[in-house]
C-alpha cells in the first residue's frame, strides 16, 4: 500500500534526526523536499472548509463532515499535535488572521516550516553576542528575516545559529504551518521556548537588541485533534 506523503515525512524525519551525530545539510535538505510536497489535506485540514463549515471554537468541535479541520474555523491559535519522540516532533499552528506567534527561540533545535495555506509576517533574528550570565537572556541580534510569506513558499529551514532561529508570526490571512522540530522542546533537557521583546537600533539597520520577557500574557494556544492520515511509527513496528 502506498504511504501517505506525512507517513513518508516520518520515516525520513525518524531516519535522519535520529541517527548517530548530527545530519548532514544534504540529509535536512532531502526532509525539507519531503516537506515541501505536503498540502493542508495531507494533515486533515481543508483550508476553505467546502464541504461544512466548522464552528469557531476548535476546542469543541472544529471539523466538517469528511473528517477534515476547517482552515478558516479558528478564533484563536490553534496546535495540531501530530507526533513527537526523543528526536523530533510534526505539528501544525493555525493562526487566524491578525493574530500573533510572538518572538520566540529554538534552542540548540533545527526547524523545517512549511506555510501550508495563507499569507503571513515573518520576523526572523540570529544572535550576533549575547548576555546569559543575569536572570534574563539578553544580547545583539541581525535581522536575517523581515518579509511576507505567502503560500505556496518554499519550506524554511532554521538552525542553532542561522536561519533565523528566533522569529515571529503575524497572520494576515488565515494561515498554517507546519513544522518539524528536532529536537523538541524539553524543559527537563534544557530546550525550553524563550519569548523575546527587540527594540531596534536606528543607527544600525537591520540589528535589535533582544531581551527576554516572560511569556506574552495574551498569547492562547488552543489544541486541536490531527484528522490526517495515521502514522505508523517505528514504537509501532516493534510493538512497544
Known amino acids: 500500500m502506498e504511504r501517505?506523503?506525512?507517513?513518508?515525512?516520518?520515516?525520513?524525519?525518524?531516519?535522519?534526526?535520529?541517527?548517530?551525530?548530527?545530519?548532514t545539510f544534504q540529509q535536512i535538505d532531502y526532509v525539507k523536499n519531503l516537506l515541501d510536497k505536503i498540502e493542508a489535506m495531507d494533515v486533515g485540514i481543508d483550508e476553505f472548509g467546502l464541504c461544512d463549515s466548522p464552528t469557531s471554537d476548535a476546542t469543541v468541535d472544529s471539523s466538517n463532515s469528511k473528517g477534515l479541520l476547517g482552515g478558516q474555523g479558528f478564533s484563536e491559535i490553534t496546535y495540531i499535535?501530530?507526533?513527537?519522540?526523543?528526536y523530533f516532533s510534526m505539528g501544525v499552528?493555525?493562526?487566524?488572521?491578525?493574530?500573533?506567534?510572538?518572538?520566540?527561540?529554538?534552542?540548540?533545535?533545527?526547524?523545517l516550516s512549511k506555510l501550508l495555506y495563507g499569507?503571513?509576517?515573518v520576523k526572523a533574528y540570529d544572535w550576533i553576542a549575547l548576555d546569559c550570565a543575569g536572570s534574563q537572556t539578553i544580547g545583539?541580534?541581525?535581522?536575517?528575516?523581515?518579509?511576507?510569506?505567502?503560500a505556496p513558499?518554499?519550506?524554511?529551514?532554521?538552525?542553532?545559529?542561522?536561519g533565523g532561529n528566533i522569529h515571529s508570526f503575524t497572520?494576515?490571512?488565515?494561515?498554517?504551518?507546519?513544522?518539524?522540530?528536532?529536537?523538541?522542546y524539553s524543559e527537563e533537557f534544557g530546550r525550553p521556548s524563550t519569548y523575546f521583546s527587540d527594540i531596534p537600533i536606528p543607527s544600525l539597520n537591520g540589528y535589535a537588541i533582544l531581551e527576554e520577557k516572560?511569556?506574552?500574557?495574551?498569547l492562547v494556544v488552543q489544541g486541536a485533534p490531527y484528522l490526517g492520515p495515521s502514522i505508523v511509527t517505528v514504537d509501532d513496528y516493534v510493538g512497544v
Open 4 to 23: 501517505s506523503k506525512i507517513q513518508v515525512l516520518y520515516d525520513a524525519s525518524h531516519a535522519v534526526f535520529s541517527q548517530e551525530g548530527l545530519p
Open 81 to 86: 499535535h501530530i507526533h513527537e519522540c526523543d
Open 93 to 111: 499552528f493555525c493562526i487566524p488572521a491578525g493574530k500573533v506567534f510572538p518572538l520566540h527561540d529554538h534552542p540548540g533545535m533545527t526547524v
Open 119 to 121: 499569507s503571513a509576517y
Open 140 to 150: 545583539l541580534a541581525g535581522r536575517v528575516v523581515d518579509e511576507v510569506f505567502k
Open 153 to 162: 513558499h518554499e519550506p524554511s529551514i532554521l538552525f542553532p545559529r542561522s
Open 171 to 184: 497572520a494576515l490571512t488565515p494561515c498554517a504551518i507546519l513544522d518539524v522540530l528536532s529536537p523538541p
Open 214 to 218: 516572560p511569556m506574552p500574557s495574551d
